[in-house]
Structures are given as structure tokens and as C-alpha cells.
């Protein structure tokens, strides 16, 4: 009994010892597997599409860039919420001093906080698509009507802090879109916003102007 129990101990070291040959030791400059990319930067150019504004403003361009943060859920799905600061202007239609017909700006500047979910899936090894949707919060920091005159006269020469008139320091959007991205960092994408809440509030010629943000954007961003 004994002694085959010692055979079958020098029969299972035989085998542990034949694998250990078989493990192969990587060297030590063997590159390490690469971290995922987390942060990312977006410039974007901008139409903003005012809805509801009886025909008080009409569209204007603008710019907006920040940095994104990219956050995997399960599978292909991931939460990126970003910070975005933001220039965009509107037209003002119909705008009269002193009954002169004056062409007149809206300066809108301020912060936008995306929070956008999303599903992301491989095209070709170096190309996925991604798409999107989520709330977006904004911000106003400033928001100032500047005037020109169509025919004759001076401007005015104070801008018109459009706070007092009617504008509010936050709005919603609900937003879409969608990115594909090149080698896992180059980005290119078209999104849109739909206003959800209003930007402004105000009475026009006896009816309530209550005007919402639309917005169209054109993004290229780079992830690190």
C-alpha cells in the first residue's frame, strides 16, 4: 500500500513538474495592457433655433467647447456627463428706437452640463459609432442685446441686460446625437437640443413670448 501510494506522489510531481516547463515568463518590457480612455475635450460650432418666440428671435451661430468624462455601464452602453461653456447668439426682429428700425443681437454667454447616455459599438477595428440621449442643463451667465441701425441714427449706447426684460438664468434642453471615433481618440459627431423648459418669458404687444432654446451643433473632440 505504501508503496503505491509513493508511486502516484512521484507520478502527480512528475506532472506539476513537466507543466511548470510549459509556462512560458514574460519578459519584463512586455508592454502592459493600455488604460481606458476617460477624459476627453469638444469644440463644438453652434445654430441656435428658437422656438415660441413670436417671431421676437429668430436664429443666430455660436461656439461651445469643454471636457467630457466617459464612464462605462455595461456592454457597449456608457454615461458621459461634460461641462460645456457656450457663446450663442440670436437675431431680434422688429426692433424700433425712437421708431428707427434698428438690426439688433443677442450675446448669450454661459455654462452647459450634458448628461447624456449612450450606446457605443465597433464599425471596423478602428471605428465605433456612438449614440446618444440625455438632459442638458444651462446656465446663464450674461445675456445683452446689442443694436445697429438699419437706415439712420446713432445706436443706442448701453446694451440692454436682457435679465430685466424677461430671460432667465436656467433653462433645459433634451438632447441626441451621434459620434464616431477614430482610433479611440479622434472624435466627430452632430448632436441637437430640444428646449424643454423655457429661456424666456415676456409680454410682446399684449402676448406671452415664451421662448425656448433649440439648438444644433457640429462636434470634433479629441479623447486622452
Not at 180 to 201: D, E, H, N, Q, W
Not at 204 to 219: A, D, I
Amino acid at each position: 500500500m505504501k508503496k503505491n501510494i509513493c508511486l502516484l506522489v512521484m507520478a502527480v510531481a512528475a506532472g506539476l513538474s513537466a507543466s511548470a516547463q510549459d509556462v512560458t515568463v514574460l519578459p519584463s518590457d512586455e508592454p502592459t495592457p493600455t488604460k481606458p480612455l476617460r477624459w476627453g475635450v469638444r469644440l463644438q460650432a453652434d445654430i441656435s433655433l428658437p422656438s415660441g418666440s413670436l417671431d421676437t428671435y429668430t436664429s443666430g451661430a455660436g461656439v461651445s467647447g469643454g471636457v467630457v468624462y466617459h464612464l462605462p455601464v455595461y456592454g457597449g452602453m456608457y454615461f458621459e456627463p461634460s461641462v460645456m461653456g457656450y457663446f450663442n447668439t440670436f437675431s431680434v426682429e422688429n426692433y424700433m428706437v425712437n421708431n428707427l428700425p434698428y438690426s439688433a443681437t443677442v450675446r448669450n454667454i454661459g455654462i452647459r452640463i450634458p448628461l447624456n447616455l449612450g450606446y457605443r459599438f465597433n464599425i471596423t477595428d478602428g471605428i465605433s459609432l456612438s449614440l446618444f440621449t440625455g438632459p442638458w442643463f444651462n446656465f446663464n451667465i450674461s445675456a445683452r442685446q446689442y443694436a445697429q441701425p438699419n437706415f439712420e441714427g446713432a445706436p443706442p449706447k448701453n446694451s440692454k441686460n436682457l435679465f430685466d426684460y424677461g430671460w432667465h438664468r436656467f433653462d433645459a434642453q433634451w438632447g441626441f446625437g451621434v459620434t464616431a471615433t477614430f482610433s479611440g481618440r479622434y472624435v466627430i459627431g452632430i448632436s441637437g437640443g430640444v428646449g424643454s423648459s423655457a429661456l424666456v418669458k415676456r409680454d410682446v404687444n399684449g402676448k406671452l413670448c415664451k421662448m425656448r432654446r433649440n439648438s444644433f451643433s457640429v462636434t470634433l473632440g479629441y479623447n486622452f
